[in-house]
């Protein structure tokens, strides 16, 4: 199990950008596969974006393709979310997500697959 601990949400208006960060505890960060989730009010919890313990393999949700960037370091144990041209529908807490799996690709989007969770960063975008 680790410990996911987020930071950087905050209100931006429409066409502003944020960077999440999410800074996992313990020894095997660059096992695990690391996601973004998020959650508005009224609304389920959905997928974001997540990244495999290959840098190189990020999956995203589609509309936010092209405007954020997944991203890891693993020798800060930290997951990025660069969050671009964001828009009143990004608003909404954030969730950091992990699971000491490789999932597989068709998995990584289900919420139900990640083990360990973080508290939640809120984004606000106004128009």
């Known amino acids: 199990q680790v410990y996911l601990v987020e930071s950087g949400g905050g209100a931006v208006q429409t066409g502003g950008s944020l960077r999440l960060s999410c800074v996992a505890s313990g020894p095997t960060f660059t096992d695990y596969t690391m996601a973004w989730f998020r959650q508005a009010p009224g609304k389920e919890r959905e997928f974001v974006a997540a990244i495999k313990r290959s840098e190189y393999s990020t999956f995203y949700v589609g509309d936010v393709k092209g405007r954020f960037t997944i991203s890891r370091d693993n020798a800060k144990n930290t997951v990025y979310l660069q969050m671009n041209s964001l828009i009143p529908e990004d608003t909404a807490v954030y969730f950091c997500?992990?699971?000491?799996?490789?999932?597989?690709?068709?998995?990584?989007?289900?919420?139900?697959?990640?083990?360990?969770w973080g508290q939640g960063t809120q984004v606000t975008v106004s128009s």
């Open positions: 997500a992990a699971d000491r799996r490789t999932l597989t690709s068709g998995s990584v989007y289900y919420s139900s697959e990640y083990e360990d």
